[in-house]
Nanobody, 126 residues
Framework: QVVLVESGGGPVQAGGSLRLSCAIS????????MAWFRQAPGKEREGVAG???????RYADSVTGRFTLSQDNAKNTLYLQMNSLKPEDTGMYYC????????????????????WGQGTQVTVSS
């Protein structure tokens, strides 16, 4: 059973930083496509950043230059370093994973991912 557990969210002032973590267990597939999504109240879930294999990454335009993905394969953990946070970054942040190449072709499409964490809330105040 694949389990993803996010952590690291919380309240932060605009301009501040947070680092989110996503610990994955039970994943036995050879390919691993992972991504962070976020969802604000009343809005659709949107892709924030994605990563595949050895470190190929993709970012939403809204976070490029501010957010950075990294991973610790020994710990099976994916990180999202978020700097220069803005109030519009507020939302529930979810980690997602999938083994199918279609998940990378459309990395920001939440429908492409089979496995999800429970989310961690990020609240940025102005």
């Amino acid at each position: 059973q694949v389990v993803l557990v996010e952590s690291g969210g919380g309240p932060v002032q605009a301009g501040g930083s947070l680092r989110l973590s996503c610990a994955i267990s039970g994943y036995t597939y050879s390919r691993k496509y992972m991504a962070w999504f976020r969802q604000a109240p009343g809005k659709e879930r949107e892709g924030v950043a994605g990563i595949y294999g050895g470190g190929s990454t993709r970012y939403a335009d809204s976070v490029t230059g501010r957010f950075t993905l990294s991973q610790d394969n020994a710990k099976n953990t994916l990180y999202l370093q978020m700097n220069s946070l803005k109030p519009e970054d507020t939302g529930m942040y979810y980690c997602a994973a999938d083994s199918r190449p279609s998940a990378w072709a459309a990395w920001a499409n939440p429908a492409r991912y089979n496995y999800w964490g429970q989310g961690t809330q990020v609240t940025v105040s102005s």
